[in-house]
């Protein structure tokens, strides 16, 4: 990435999305929404909104600003619209929470709210379409990691689409038959299309380029890699697309859920076999903290895929959906996301510092930036206490849960605490901190663009 483009706001989409991330948590642990309310109670809704688009949709926006552009060797369209999509995105999620508090009768019951937060978000999403989508347009045809990115873009489109209507449906802006219809039986489209296209799919695609780039490994593009995209492709096809015009004309939703999960098991084993080939193919032999935890995470998901298949076994994934949801939000997409942004955070910081120094004069690795035995000790908390909450969700005992949501909460400090500290180069010797030409980075946003 020498010679690339910094995104000058990432850091501040990351610094938000930890926010939204550590107010989620501490909501969970103060026994805000489930199980201390039912699951589709509008305190539940909040919780769930703050973690899957205040933390991990924001995140996963400031990552595809700053990699798309890797992933296909082009500039990003535009670098002025990072800011004003950030502000309607959280203004936008803001809005929704009190729409969702005007349900629970703690807001002001004057106000339209949800069509607010439908006009926000669908605004501030639009943006990030058209600015991604017009970089990957310039550089196609496409290389497969771009393709996974595509795919999740339109779920997202179909995600935002999905969750409008249900806003101007719950605020009262329309009575459309086909929109009530929705509203009432398309909300496990919804979450399929946010948790399983957009940001599970994506996921992967980045990953491909992500792990191979840290680890030194070989790109893939073969047979498996192929399968994965077209076969998550179709799961994905025949739920948001199939699973609406099941809804529409009154078909069975869940023969259409069913299909479409096998085909998602087919593209998970696909993955994982690929996955393996980049660890066993590496040329970085000692594997840093960061691919480490991935790999974590990546276990995680495959607990996801078991934990589904046995729960169907015996028919009780209705019952216990709250614990595949918070499984899959904690253990796999933020447990990827903590452990990607770690390293993330050490690499663009020192892109920015040392990068345009590179070559005449001396600077620090990488890895020189992090301590990662100061925050394997956070990683290992917050992965075994994700393990916990579940299995206290599984179980029904919510002050278990309340006590693991609070002790994950002070991982995630924890954690954060070690990537505030790369990005003030608190690790650095100070003899190689600062060399001559060398400017301490901004907390929140990036100063200059290595060339």
Same mark, same amino acid.
């Given at each position: 990435m020498?010679?690339?483009?910094?995104?000058?706001?990432?850091?501040?989409?990351?610094?938000?999305?930890?926010?939204?991330?550590?107010?989620?948590?501490?909501l969970?642990?103060a026994?805000?929404?489930?199980?201390?309310?039912?699951?589709?109670?509008?305190?539940?809704?909040?919780?769930?909104?703050?973690?899957?688009?205040?933390?991990?949709?924001?995140?996963?926006c400031?990552?595809?600003?700053?990699?798309?552009?890797?992933?296909i060797?082009?500039?990003?369209?535009? +670098?002025?619209?990072?800011?004003?999509?950030?502000?309607?995105?959280?203004t936008?999620?803001?809005?929704?929470?009190?729409?969702?508090?005007?349900?629970?009768?703690?807001?002001?019951?004057h106000?339209?709210?949800?069509?607010a937060?439908?006009v926000?978000?669908?605004?501030?999403?639009a943006?990030?379409?058209?600015?991604?989508?017009?970089?990957?347009?310039?550089?196609?045809?496409?290389?497969?990691?771009?393709r996974?990115?595509?795919?999740?873009?339109?779920?997202?489109?179909a995600?935002?689409?999905l969750?409008?209507?249900?806003?101007?449906?719950?605020?009262?802006?329309?009575?459309?038959s086909?929109?009530?219809?929705?509203?009432s039986?398309?909300?496990?489209?919804?979450?399929i299309?946010?948790?399983?296209?957009?940001?599970?799919?994506?996921?992967?695609?980045?990953?491909?380029?992500?792990?191979?780039?840290?680890?030194?490994?070989?790109e893939?593009?073969?047979v498996?890699?192929?399968?994965?995209f077209?076969?998550?492709?179709?799961?994905?096809?025949?739920?948001i697309?199939g699973?609406?015009?099941?809804?529409?004309?009154?078909?069975?939703l869940?023969t259409?859920?069913?299909?479409?999960?096998?085909?998602?098991?087919?593209?998970?084993?696909?993955?994982?076999? +690929?996955?393996?080939?980049?660890?066993?193919?590496?040329?970085?032999?000692?594997?840093?903290?960061?691919?480490?935890?991935?790999?974590?995470?990546?276990?995680?998901?495959?607990?996801?895929?078991?934990?589904?298949?046995?729960?169907?076994?015996?028919?009780?994934?209705r019952?216990?959906?709250?614990?595949?949801?918070?499984?899959?939000?904690?253990?796999?997409?933020?447990?990827?996301?903590?452990?990607?942004?770690y390293?993330?955070?050490?690499?663009?910081?020192?892109?920015e510092?040392?990068?345009?120094?590179?070559?005449?004069?001396?600077?620090?690795?990488?890895? +020189?930036?992090?301590?990662?035995?100061?925050?394997?000790?956070?990683?290992v908390l917050?992965?075994?206490?994700?393990?916990?909450?579940?299995?206290?969700?599984l179980?029904?005992?919510?002050?278990?849960?309340?006590?693991?949501?609070?002790?994950?909460?002070?991982?995630?400090?924890?954690?954060?605490?070690?990537?505030?500290?790369?990005?003030?180069?608190a +690790?650095?010797?100070?003899?190689?901190?600062?060399?001559?030409?060398?400017?301490?980075?901004?907390?929140?946003?990036?100063?200059?663009?290595?060339?």
């Open positions: 020498i010679g690339a483009t910094l995104s000058r706001w990432t850091m501040s989409y990351f610094a938000a999305a930890l926010v939204a991330l550590m107010t989620a948590e501490g969970m642990a026994g805000y929404g489930y199980p201390a309310a039912a699951i589709e109670a509008p305190e539940t809704l909040i919780l769930v909104h703050i973690v899957t688009i205040g933390w991990l949709s924001i995140l996963m400031g990552a595809l600003f700053q990699f798309v552009p890797v992933l060797a082009r500039p990003l369209y535009s +670098d002025a619209l990072p800011l004003p999509t950030l502000g309607l995105l959280l936008g999620l803001v809005a929704l929470v009190l729409g969702f508090l005007q349900l629970a009768g703690h807001a002001p019951a106000f339209a709210f949800f069509p937060a439908a926000l978000l669908g605004s501030g999403f943006l990030v379409l058209w600015n991604l989508g017009r970089t990957l347009w310039s550089a196609r045809p496409l290389p497969l990691p771009a996974f990115v595509v795919v999740g873009l339109f779920s997202v489109g995600t935002v689409f969750g409008i209507v249900f806003a101007l449906v719950l605020g009262g802006a329309t009575s459309h086909h929109f009530v219809t929705l509203t039986a398309g909300v496990p489209i919804h979450v299309a946010g948790l399983g296209g957009w940001l599970t799919f994506t996921a992967l695609g980045v990953s491909y380029r992500l792990l191979a780039m840290f680890m030194l490994a070989p893939l593009s073969g498996t890699t192929r399968g994965a077209y076969v998550g492709t179709a799961a994905i096809a025949m739920a697309i699973g609406v015009a099941a809804v529409c004309t009154e078909a069975n869940q259409v859920l069913s299909v479409a999960a096998i085909l998602g098991l087919g593209a998970f084993l696909l993955y994982a076999r +690929d996955m393996q080939h980049i660890y066993r193919a590496r040329k970085r032999r000692t594997i840093e903290l960061n691919s480490r935890m991935a790999a974590v995470a990546l276990g995680h998901l495959a607990a996801v895929v078991i934990l589904i298949a046995v729960l169907l076994s015996f028919g009780a994934l019952q216990h959906i709250a614990a595949v949801v918070f499984l899959t939000c904690f253990g796999w997409l933020s447990g990827l996301g903590l452990a990607k942004l390293k993330i955070v050490a690499f663009l910081t020192w892109l510092c040392y990068g345009p120094v590179l070559g005449k004069a001396p600077t620090p690795r990488v890895q +020189d930036l992090v301590v990662e035995g100061r925050a394997l000790k956070w990683f917050y992965f075994v206490m994700v393990w916990v909450a579940t299995a206290a969700l179980l029904g005992e919510p002050l278990a849960f309340r006590a693991s949501a609070g002790v994950i909460l002070i991982a995630t400090v924890g954690i954060v605490a070690q990537i505030v500290r790369i990005r003030r180069l +690790d650095v010797s100070a003899t190689a901190r600062l060399p001559a030409g060398v400017h301490a980075p901004r907390l929140l946003f990036s100063l200059v663009k290595p060339v």
